[in-house]
């Protein structure tokens, strides 16, 4: 089947998303924290669109994309962002910890990882053919968690598949200077096979990650590295690049303008129209909601 428009929409979708979201954060009506997931939108679309319903999903502090591609509601997502009563979870959660169906998130890095070894040892020993993903960044890679994590689910042979997203900075700390060695070596380390690609080519990332689900559904845990750029700040506006190396990253490694070249006009055109109305409709109704109240 040729998914080229729809995986340009949840692209899209994402990146508009982010964009409304940091708006509003300015203005002040987003609670606690924000961390967009600009310049990322790839691999979230590229992964799940070969997710079965079933499967389980375990995020990170950027889990706004994930949770979009993941087939999330958007107006639901911003009524939590807002802290809102019809938000994902009342409200409560705010950006980091949110619960869909079978999507959770943590802004804990590396502590939910445990979490997914251990839903993919339950799915295993029921039998389900359902796998778990963990998503994490590279700056998980120094917690001790992760490898406690690695360790179980390649003893067992469980079917987790851990979604590394490289995009060079942990926090404002350059990758180089916080993770030595190979990353591809840490999970090979555990005999766990991996997957790497460098590529903001959301077909290029759905194949790379087609090929490592294969893996993880024959109960074998794998690992998907991807080096991908993040676009905005880590979160609000602690950014310490210069604005002219985020024009060049713009220029050369954008998702979305790499697969535009694969669609007509009137379907880019399509995709913004659909898009924009949803996102508008998405902040506009969870701007009206009620606030949570205390139970009597």
Known sequence: MDDTYDLYKTMLTIRRFEERALQEFATGKLFGTTHAY?????????????????????????????FLAYGGDPYRLAAELMGRQ????????????????????????????????GVALAEKVKKTGNVCLAFIGDGTLGEGALYESLNLASLWQLPVLYVLED????????TPSAVAGSMT???AAFGISTWELE??????????????????????????????????????????????TIAVLRERFDPL??????????QTQQAEAEVGTLIQDAFTRALADPFPTLAP
Not at 51 to 61: I, K, P, R
């Open 167 to 174: 995009n060079r900075f942990a926090q404002t700390t350059p």
């Open 185 to 187: 070596a840490r999970f």
């Open 38 to 66: 600009i310049g990322q939108e790839a691999d979230a679309a590229g992964i799940f669109s070969l997710l079965g319903a079933e499967d389980v999903v375990w995020s990170n502090h950027r889990c706004h994309g994930h």
């Open 199 to 244: 590529s903001s080519d959301v077909m290029q990332v759905q194949a790379t990650a087609r090929a490592a689900l294969q893996h993880v559904r024959n109960t074998h845990p794998a690992a998907l590295i991807l080096h991908t750029y993040r676009f905005a700040a880590h979160s609000k506006g602690d950014d310490t690049r210069d604005k002219e």
């Open 86 to 117: 019809t938000g994902l979870v009342g409200g409560r959660g705010g950006s980091q910890h949110i619960h869909w169906k079978n999507f959770y998130t943590n802004g804990i890095q590396g502590g939910f990882t445990p979490i997914a070894a």
């Open 257 to 266: 303008q790499i697969h535009a070249s694969r669609l007509s006009a009137s």
